[in-house]
């Protein structure tokens, strides 16, 4: 899953090894060394039995970048989705936090080869609903000003992500794809963090209750796990795997919160479908509602969206 805003689109030591079977392993990864990044051996799993001696942070950087992206996509061509829910918080220095709204999304991400490269376009959308029940809402009274306002539901996306043999391409180099894996049992995970802060594209005098300040604030912290006998199944180019999501950045622009001190966290817990049955029919019909094309086009929309912009667009100055 992206972070809700990516605010990207819009404005512009290893560790040391643990001791592990070196046979077990070796078996176990050889083969995707001896294939390109898409290719998939026909090697056998690790037998339980071995898994929890194989140490996921001594892969090679080719290593590293399939396993990873068997995981949260696919290394062979395909149109995946993630389903999300989770809740909205309010925090105020000096107050209890506050659990403000739900919200229920679903990320549609297209797996596409390109030569010596795998790349990602990645569609989300969502909304927000009643903090108890989970239904859409679209009039919310804002516990901190006493005043109604109307929660913009979002959808963004559309920007591409390209991987090379051995990571991930960003301005034209190759940046390794290295994480801090954790194993215990027969389950493996790793944080990806973010954090950033970028001028307000809400000038304050403009908005003056949407503005959050001259500057947006922005942290995300996510937990991706798996089954390790599945990431390390060479039969497979895509394997299931849950994740936890949490950030926590400045106002909602809808909240009119203004430049009151404090910040929202986000918190949601997601997985990768095996097919969209396993979706709740809320975002189903909320999806083909708002965005009836969503599941049959493999590009939904033309071009980068960003709630942001959409807000702007859609939303008057001095509110």
Do not use: C
């Not at 990645?122 to 006493?146: H, V």
């Not at 000038?203 to 937990?223: I, Q, V, Y």
């Not at 895509?238 to 966290?265: C, K, Q, R």
């Not at 986000?266 to 975002?283: F, Y």
Request: aromatic share 12%; hydrophobic share 35%.
């Amino acid at each position: 899953m992206s972070t809700y805003l990516n605010i990207t689109d819009e404005i512009a030591p290893r560790l040391n090894r643990r001791a592990f079977l070196g046979a077990a392993f070796g078996t176990a990864i050889a083969a995707s060394t001896q294939t390109g990044l898409a290719g998939e051996s026909k090697g056998s799993v690790v037998p339980a039995a071995d898994v929890r001696a194989l140490d996921l942070n001594a892969l090679s950087d080719q290593q590293a970048l399939k396993t990873y992206l068997k995981m949260i996509g696919s290394l062979e061509p395909a149109v995946l989705y993630t389903w999300f829910s989770g809740h909205l918080w309010g925090i105020v220095p000096g107050t209890p936090a506050k659990q403000l709204v739900s919200f229920e999304g679903i990320a549609k991400n297209v797996w596409r080869h390109t030569g010596d490269e795998i790349t990602k376009q990645s569609f989300d959308i969502g909304y927000f609903g009643d903090a108890r029940t989970g239904e859409l809402i679209d009039a919310y009274e804002n516990p901190y000003t006493g005043k109604i306002v109307q929660p913009y539901h979002y959808a963004y996306g559309g920007r591409v992500t390209r991987y090379a043999k051995t990571g991930k391409v960003v301005d034209g180099d190759i940046a390794p794809i290295r994480h801090k894996w954790t194993m215990s049992g027969d389950q493996a995970w790793f944080e990806e963090t973010n954090s950033l802060s970028v001028p307000n594209p809400f000038d304050p005098k403009d908005w003056p209750l949407a503005s959050a300040g001259k500057e947006l604030h922005f942290g995300s912290s996510t937990t991706n796990t798996a089954k390790i006998d599945d990431l390390l199944n060479h039969k497979r180019a895509s394997v299931p795997y849950t994740l936890f999501w949490t950030a926590i950045n400045s106002w909602e622009p809808w909240l009119h919160m203004a430049d009151t001190p404090g910040y929202v966290m986000w918190r949601a817990t997601g997985r990768k479908l095996g097919n969209l049955s396993e979706a709740p029919s809320t975002i189903i019909d909320y999806v083909n509602k708002r965005q009836p094309n969503y599941f049959s086009d493999d590009s939904p929309w033309t071009g980068t969206r960003s709630t942001w912009a959409d807000y702007r667009r859609d939303r008057k100055h001095k509110s």
